[in-house]
């Protein structure tokens, strides 16, 4: 019996080898299933003949017969003709080549994602028209089967193929603006109408140009429900402190300091923002991102958890830790004056900030442990002596200059500064060794310029 089972089992495979050595010609070639692309697919689906030959002008056939994996939403027939017809397109040969490519590639997502593996958020298609040459982000949303930026919904999912899926699906997806990354994320719905209240059109026509780039932090929709605007201020100049004007800022670009904003005080200069990247990103210290770099072709929006108030002279002091010792001198070592009250008024003010090292010197000096060891008067007098009243900018300085404290006497700043200093600064009791380092940082009610000294007035007036 084994001799008759070797026998039987050699006789087939001698059949099977040579069957798979041979071919229907010549029996030299073997017959091999062809790979399933998701071009392939596109091709046997008539209506994606339309994608099909965009695909072919765009010469991006071959990259998508690659091994990919891919990630398809293929627009039909119908989606196509209503797009062109909406950017005024007579036929898909009036459409520029480097938009239809940059179009087309924002339909593709690197990895074979089936339906029931997206979830709602964002992920990055494969297009690089976003700010700066960034991959596009596409909002996804799953919460009434998958829509993809608002404009897309899919109707056929899951058509997979060897080097990928594709999702047909009955819209186009144009390159998105900022204000059409807005709309299509139903957690920003807060912000669009506040955005849109009253027919407004200022924000939505400004944060659709695309030849100027924005940074966008983007309240959702919890923030604007418990934001009570406490100081009421105008709803426009709110939103506008939330965008950057020129740079489109990415989390990987962000690093602790200062930003100028779109929002103006009442003499137009920008409103300054702290950004704070020691644990996560936070604006001015009360404003975290909670979702990042949502790329747009005219920047980026990362969605914050809350509403950024226009900021005081004390917000600042408050967010940047360098400002730590400063904060404690006008507020617990001071009770009997109320700074952070006055200073968070209407002011303006300019504020002439000592960083902690300067704090730091003066304490090594006086030989005491802290701004609590210093008698409250005293203080008192050396704080009002940093304060100067109106909102006194660097352009607004000249050598020589010598404005009155609140605390009665004068100091003097000179032009330009020596070393690394941008000005230097006598005291009212007479030190001239005193730098401002940093200029115009500016609130709403008045701007602060930091000195690595602090300030001493003349205590035998």
């Known amino acids: ?17 040579a069957y798979s050595c041979s071919d229907d010609d010549n029996g030299t070639t073997p017959n091999v299933d062809p790979t399933t692309t998701v071009v392939d697919l596109a091709l046997d689906t008539e209506d994606l003949s339309i994608l099909v030959t965009a695909l072919t002008r765009a010469n991006l056939v071959t990259t998508l017969q690659g091994d990919g994996p891919f990630t ?3 627009p039909t027939n119908a989606a196509f003709e209503a797009f062109l017809t909406a950017n005024n397109f007579a036929s898909l040969d009036d459409v520029p080549t480097d938009v239809l490519t940059q179009v087309l590639l924002n339909h593709v997502v690197s990895g074979t994602n089936l339906s029931t593996n997206l979830s709602t958020g964002y992920i990055s298609s494969l297009s690089t028209a976003g700010a700066e040459g960034r991959n596009l982000s596409l909002f996804v949303d799953t919460s009434n089967g998958v829509v993809i930026n608002g404009v897309a919904t899919v109707s056929t999912p899951d058509v997979t193929a060897d080097n990928g899926v594709v999702h047909i699906v009955n819209g186009v997806i144009g390159l998105p603006t900022i204000v059409d990354h807005a709309v299509a994320n139903g957690e920003l719905s807060s912000l669009v109408g506040a955005l849109t209240a009253d027919g407004n059109t200022t924000f939505t026509t400004t944060l659709s140009d695309d ?12 923030g604007f429900s418990s934001y009570t605007n406490p100081n009421s201020y105008d709803i426009n100049d709110v939103l506008s402190y939330h965008v950057i004007v020129g740079d489109a800022v990415y989390s990987d670009e962000l690093s602790n ?7 103006t005080n009442g003499d137009g200069d920008n409103l300054s923002q702290y950004i704070n990247v020691d644990d996560g990103v936070v604006i001015n210290g009360g404003s975290t991102v909670a979702i990042a770099d949502v ?22 002091a408050v967010a940047d830790g360098t400002f730590s010792e400063l904060v404690g001198a006008l507020t617990t070592s001071t009770p009997e004056t109320d700074f952070a009250t006055v200073l968070s008024g209407e002011g303006a003010f300019t504020v ?30 050396v704080l009002n002596h940093h304060v100067v009243s109106g909102n006194v900018r660097s352009g607004d300085l000249t050598d020589g200059i010598s404005p009155e404290t609140l605390e009665g006497d004068n100091i003097t700043l000179n032009l330009p500064g020596t070393g690394d200093n941008i000005a230097d600064v006598t005291d009212g009791a007479g030190n001239d060794d005193i730098g401002i380092i940093v200029v115009d940082v500016q609130a709403f009610n008045g701007v602060i310029h930091v000195v690595n000294k602090v300030m001493l007035p003349d205590t035998m007036n």
Do not use: R, W
Request: net charge negative; no cysteine; proline share 3%.
């Open 1 to 17: 019996m084994k001799h008759l089972f070797k026998n039987v089992f050699a006789a087939t495979l001698v059949l099977f080898m």
């Open 72 to 74: 398809v939403f293929a």
């Open 211 to 222: 030849q100027t780039t924005f940074t966008v932090f983007a309240p959702v929709n919890s």
């Open 257 to 263: 300091g200062y930003a100028s904003t779109f929002a």
């Open 295 to 316: 790329v747009a072709t005219n920047g980026v929006v990362h969605a914050v958890d809350n509403v950024i108030d226009l900021p005081t002279v004390v917000t600042f």
């Open 352 to 381: 002439f900030a000592p960083t902690d090292d300067a704090f730091s010197n003066l304490y090594t000096a006086l030989e005491v442990n802290g701004s609590s060891d210093i008698e409250e008067g005293l203080l008192t007098a």
